[in-house]
Every structure is written in structure tokens, then in C-alpha cells.
């Protein structure tokens, strides 16, 4: 799976948070006797593939990781902060308006990795807005983290984004929140300080069909997914076809209710930045897989009208201070966004995963509003 430089990095997080191998999770995806297969390797910080790639480079999306370095400025001796360091050469190269045009406000989920076609929507600055030498170290950058896979696979990579249009319509964003100057002051908190510039741990490449990020805050999350296609990047059974992005706060919209009905609630809570959305094209069973990453039970908070949260408040409208309203939402919503629910007094339990309740709303027609 990986490159000879990748593996030797590779060793440092698997020795101290995944034990080696041992710590690992092996999945042979497909049946040998029928065709390619692929392999995944999960661990602690860990997403690898190898096998078939009959979609794009790796086969689907890859993730690393490292947990050192936390809460410091270029997460010293994270094994990783190469990769940042890369990105960060391409900022100071900049010009202040393109600079400007590259910071955004809050980065999304960073399991947001469903990527989109050509004509979609990217934030940061687009490379068509970069001189010669600013594309080349973007190109750097991908080459630089590439590289730490086999060979092969990293001159598909390139491939595949050639593919899609090469880097004319690839975009780089970097969050605000998450530059530091050489003193660790926080970019967003100071004044402008001349030709000094920031350096930023939180960032984004992404174009069509591509998905890089790099969360390297408190320590480092990375992930990449390369699609040949689009329009076929998740698995199962077509559930619906949408015709145009749905993101950000139309995601919730579509997802509370399908939480809603499961315990014929008042209404629902789905808290937190959202790991998925909606891009053009079949939603599959696996595309309502990704908006539930981890798996997680929907529950019923019982709450009285005058212990509700605001955002509940804001989500009903007239409230009754004497009566008692049934709140769906997530278990791990219980203690993670107490604040938001409120003061629960009951919570009803079930079998029912975020997942598959997904599905049935799709299934149900739940996309026509929001897509059509």
C-alpha cells in the first residue's frame, strides 16, 4: 500500500497508538474467484487500500494520521507535518489578494469527502487565479503527499486528476481559525503584521473529483479520495437521483425528520458540523452510509418544555412550559450537546442506526423537496 518513504513513516503512529498490526482491522472486499479484490487496512489514525481501483486511485478514500504534536505550532514530530509544511510553501508564495481569496471562515466536517463534478461548487482560491510557479507547488503538494504510496498508485492519482480537468479547476482553502504566527498567536486574533505570514494547520485541496484534507489541528486527520467518476463514487443499491447539491443546513433539514419519524417525535436534533452531502448524481445506500460514519443509534430525549434548549426552542417554536416533548437525536448527542437539548429528564432507546433510517426516508421520496 504504501511507498518505501511512506512506510518508514507509517511505522511511528502504528507502534504507539495502534500497537503494530495487531491494533489493525483486515477487510477483503470482493470474491477471489470472481475477480480484482481489495484489501483494507483500519486502524487507530489508519484507512489504507490496496487491490482494485476500477474508480479512481486507491479504490476509494484513504485517511492517516498522528497524534503528536497537539495543540503546537507545525505539530512537532508528527511524522505528517511534511505535508502541511508543502501546502504552506504554495501560501507564502501568494500574492495578499489571492491570499485573501484562499482563507475561508470555518472549515466543514472533516469527513466531508464526497467529491464533486466539474462545475461544482469550491471554495478558496481556484488554481486558474495562480501564475505558473504557484500551480507547480500546488502540483508539489499532491506530488508530496502521493508519494508516500506505491508508485503505481501515485501516477494514477495524477492521472485521475488529469482526468477531471488536471488543476485548472482545483481550489485551495485555508481556515482562518487555524493560522499561527512564529510567536503561536492566532492569525484571526491579530493585527495584519506586515510581510509576515501565517502558517496554517487546517486546510483543503479539492476539485473535481478530489477531496484532500488536512486537519492538522489539535494534531493530524488526513484524508484523500481521488474518483475517476463522479457520478459513481458510492456503492448499494440507487436509492434516488439528485439534481442539484445539497449541503450545510439543507442536509439537516433532510436528516431530522427522517429522524423524526422513527419515534413519532415533537422534533429532532442533528448536532454538530455534518460529515456528508448531497452531490449530483445516484444516491446510493452507501451515500446515506457516509452521512453516518460512525454508526450511531438513534435515541428519544424526553424533555419539558420549560428545560428545552434554545435550538430545540427554536426548532418547535410555541412551546408548552408544562408539557413534556419527545426530542430524536443521536446517543452521543446526550452528553457531546447537553446545552442544545436541554435538560433531559428520559431517554428512550432503540436498535435503529442513523443509517438506515437514512435510507427509508430516501426511499419514502425524502430527497424530492430538496433535490428536484
Request: overall charge negative; proline content about 5%.
Given at each position: 500500500?504504501q511507498?518505501?518513504s ?21 477487510t477483503i472486499?470482493?470474491?477471489?474467484e ?9 486502524g487507530?489514525?489508519l484507512?489504507l487500500?490496496?487491490?482494485?481501483q476500477?474508480?479512481g486511485?486507491?479504490g ?6 498522528h497524534?503528536?504534536?497537539n495543540?503546537?505550532?507545525r505539530?512537532?514530530?508528527n511524522v505528517w507535518?511534511?505535508?502541511?509544511d ?5 501560501a507564502?508564495?501568494?500574492r495578499p489578494?489571492q ?5 475561508c471562515?470555518?472549515?466543514?466536517n ?7 463534478s466539474?462545475?461544482?461548487?469550491f ?10 510557479a ?5 502540483c508539489?503538494?499532491i506530488?508530496t503527499v502521493?508519494s508516500a ?6 501516477a494514477?492519482?495524477m492521472?485521475?486528476?488529469a482526468?477531471?480537468?488536471g ?9 482562518r481559525?487555524?493560522?499561527f504566527?512564529?510567536?503561536?498567536a492566532?492569525?484571526?486574533d491579530s ?8 502558517y ?14 488536512f486537519q492538522?489541528?489539535l ?13 459513481r463514487?458510492h456503492?448499494?443499491e ?11 443546513a ?8 427522517a ?8 422534533a429532532?436534533l442533528m ?15 452507501g451515500?446515506?452510509f457516509?452521512f453516518?460514519?460512525?454508526?450511531n443509534h438513534?435515541v428519544a430525549?424526553?424533555i419539558?418544555g ?7 426552542r ?11 416533548y419527545?426530542?430524536a437525536?443521536i446517543?452521543?448527542?446526550?452528553e457531546?450537546?447537553?446545552a442544545?437539548?436541554g435538560q433531559v429528564?428520559?431517554v ?9 433510517a437514512l435510507?427509508e ?5 425524502g430527497?424530492?423537496?430538496?433535490t428536484?
Amino acid at each position: 500500500m504504501q511507498s518505501e518513504s511512506g512506510r518508514a513513516r507509517l511505522v511511528q503512529p502504528l507502534k504507539a497508538e495502534a500497537a503494530g498490526l495487531d491494533g489493525c482491522v483486515l477487510t477483503i472486499y470482493g470474491e477471489p474467484e470472481r475477480g480484482p479484490c481489495q484489501s483494507v487496512i483500519s486502524g487507530c489514525h489508519l484507512d489504507l487500500r490496496a487491490g482494485t481501483q476500477a474508480n479512481g486511485s486507491f479504490g476509494d478514500g484513504i485517511a492517516w494520521g498522528h497524534q503528536i504534536g497537539n495543540h503546537e505550532l507545525r505539530v512537532p514530530g508528527n511524522v505528517w507535518a511534511h505535508h502541511s509544511d508543502a501546502l504552506n510553501r504554495l501560501a507564502a508564495m501568494l500574492r495578499p489578494e489571492q491570499l485573501s481569496t484562499a482563507i475561508c471562515a470555518e472549515p466543514p466536517n472533516e469527513l466531508l469527502l464526497q467529491v464533486q463534478s466539474k462545475g461544482g461548487r469550491f471554495e478558496g482560491l481556484s488554481a486558474k487565479a495562480m501564475d505558473e510557479a504557484q500551480r507547480a507547488s500546488l502540483c508539489e503538494l499532491i506530488t508530496t503527499v502521493v508519494s508516500a504510496f506505491m508508485p503505481e498508485y501515485a501516477a494514477k492519482a495524477m492521472d485521475d486528476i488529469a482526468a477531471n480537468g488536471g488543476f485548472e479547476d482545483v481550489h485551495v482553502a485555508l481556515y482562518r481559525d487555524y493560522g499561527f504566527y512564529a510567536d503561536g498567536a492566532r492569525f484571526a486574533d491579530s493585527t495584519p503584521r506586515g510581510n509576515e505570514r501565517p502558517y496554517f494547520q487546517v486546510w483543503r485541496v479539492e476539485g473535481p473529483g478530489l477531496v484532500l484534507h488536512f486537519q492538522g489541528w489539535l494534531h493530524v486527520h488526513a484524508y484523500l479520495r481521488l474518483t475517476r467518476d463522479p457520478l459513481r463514487q458510492h456503492v448499494g443499491e440507487t436509492l434516488a437521483e439528485a439534481h442539484q447539491q445539497v449541503e450545510g443546513a439543507s442536509v439537516r433539514s433532510f436528516m431530522e425528520p427522517a429522524m423524526s419519524v422513527v419515534f413519532d417525535a415533537d422534533a429532532a436534533l442533528m448536532p454538530g458540523p455534518l460529515p456528508a452531502r448531497i452531490v449530483p448524481g445516484p444516491v446510493t445506500t452507501g451515500t446515506m452510509f457516509t452521512f453516518d460514519p460512525f454508526a450511531n443509534h438513534l435515541v428519544a430525549a424526553q424533555i419539558r418544555g420549560d428545560q428545552l434548549g434554545e435550538m430545540i426552542r427554536q426548532r418547535l417554536g410555541k412551546i408548552d412550559p408544562a408539557r413534556t416533548y419527545r426530542i430524536a437525536t443521536i446517543d452521543y448527542a446526550l452528553e457531546e450537546y447537553r446545552a442544545d437539548l436541554g435538560q433531559v429528564e428520559r431517554v428512550e432507546s432503540s436498535d435503529q442506526l442513523l443509517r438506515y433510517a437514512l435510507i427509508e426516508h430516501v426511499r419514502a421520496d425524502g430527497l424530492r423537496s430538496l433535490t428536484s
